[in-house]
């Protein structure tokens, strides 16, 4: 079984810095893709950033230039990464891994983890 859990959320004043982090555990023989997505209230879940294994790495025109992401492989765990927080920036935020584990590689999903920037 895999998992991934999400930490560091909470609330910030516009102009603020927060960093996520995700951590996956379980049978894992090796991850790809790692990314990060988030889902305002009454909106769809959208891609934020996503880096390869490789360090390859996209973001969401929205976030380019306050966040970054980054990857510790040795500890299987994701980081976001985010300043000059503003509230459009509210949200769910979900961790989501392409993982391998006992022969089968699939996607799988974080519980989320609120972020709230005031203004």
């Known amino acids: 079984q895999v998992q991934l859990v999400e930490s560091g959320g909470g609330l910030v004043q516009g102009g603020g810095s927060l960093r996520l982090s995700c951590v996956a555990s379980?049978?894992?023989?090796?991850?790809?893709?790692m990314g990060w997505y988030r889902q305002a209230p009454g909106a769809q879940r959208d891609l934020v950033a996503v880096?390869?294994?490789?360090?390859?790495?996209n973001y969401a025109d929205a976030v380019k230039g306050r966040f970054t992401i980054s990857r510790d492989n040795a500890k299987n765990t994701v980081y976001l990464q985010m300043n000059n927080l503003k509230p459009a920036d509210t949200a769910v935020y979900y961790c989501?891994?392409?993982?391998?584990?006992?022969?089968?590689?699939?996607?799988?999903w974080g519980q989320g983890t609120q972020v709230t920037v005031s203004s």
């Open positions: 379980g049978r894992i023989s090796s991850i790809n893709d």
């Open positions: 880096i390869s294994n490789g360090g390859n790495i």
């Open positions: 989501r891994g392409f993982v391998a584990s006992g022969g089968w590689t699939q996607w799988y």
